[in-house]
Each structure stands twice: as structure tokens, then as C-alpha cells.
């Protein structure tokens, strides 16, 4: 599982076509994987960049860190399978990775109403 933190790219980064490349597949690997993504040091070993590389350069080139960017790509699923309101909100978090109750938390965090909100509170 990703790191608990990210870390802030130094103001030297500078990121070659190649590396460019080896972020995107990084992001792309997230994309595929984001219910149980790989630690970064996992990543960074899959897409041929060191940590700090992939790091700094994930932030450099998408403006936001691994782990934020795992965490939008969780909770936006949640969102959109909450409302298509074929699951229940235990299926949902598991499916995007959380357990019930974290997702609770998180969702509300980012988008201030609680699952069962979105999900119209329909029969479970």
C-alpha cells in the first residue's frame, strides 16, 4: 500500500521525455490497480525511476501527490457507483478499497454529504 506521506518536489527537478513517459505509466498503474495500489517504492521499481523521482516528478507533472491521487481516484468510483445505487455502501468501499467506515469518513470529507446520501438511502 502507498506510504503514509508524499514528498514535495524540490524546486530542481527536472523531468526528461523518458521520465515523462515512465509517470505516465506510473499514473496509469494507479488507474488499473487504485483498490490496492503498490507502495511507492513498488511503483517507483515497476516504472524504472527511483522513489524520490517518481515522487517529486508525479507532483511536478500532475499537480498532486501518489497518494492523492489514489484517494480521488477511490472516492470518485465510490461516487459514481453510489449513484448508479446498484450496491450497497459495504460493497462500494470494499470494492474501491476502504473499509465501510473509512470511506464514510473520507467521502464526507471531500464531498460533505455521507454515502447513504448519494445513495438516496435505498433499501440495502
Do not use: W
Not at 514528498?7 to 490497480?33: G, I
Not at 497518494?67 to 459495504?90: E, P, S
Amino acid at each position: 500500500m502507498l506510504d503514509a506521506f508524499d514528498e514535495a518536489p524540490p524546486p530542481n527537478v527536472r523531468l526528461t521525455t523518458d521520465d515523462l513517459a515512465k509517470l505516465h505509466a506510473a499514473r496509469d498503474t494507479l488507474d488499473a490497480c487504485f483498490d490496492r495500489p503498490p507502495s511507492l517504492s513498488e511503483l517507483s521499481l515497476h516504472v524504472g525511476l527511483n522513489r524520490r523521482k517518481l515522487t517529486a516528478g508525479f507532483k511536478l507533472a500532475f499537480e498532486t501527490t501518489v497518494a492523492d491521487y489514489v484517494q480521488t481516484l477511490r472516492l470518485d468510483t465510490a461516487f459514481q457507483l453510489l449513484a448508479a445505487g446498484n450496491m450497497n455502501v459495504a460493497t462500494i468501499a470494499y470494492k474501491v478499497g476502504y473499509a465501510p467506515a473509512h470511506l464514510s469518513v473520507a467521502f464526507r470529507k471531500r464531498f460533505g454529504v455521507s454515502p447513504k446520501e448519494v445513495r438516496g438511502d435505498r433499501a440495502c
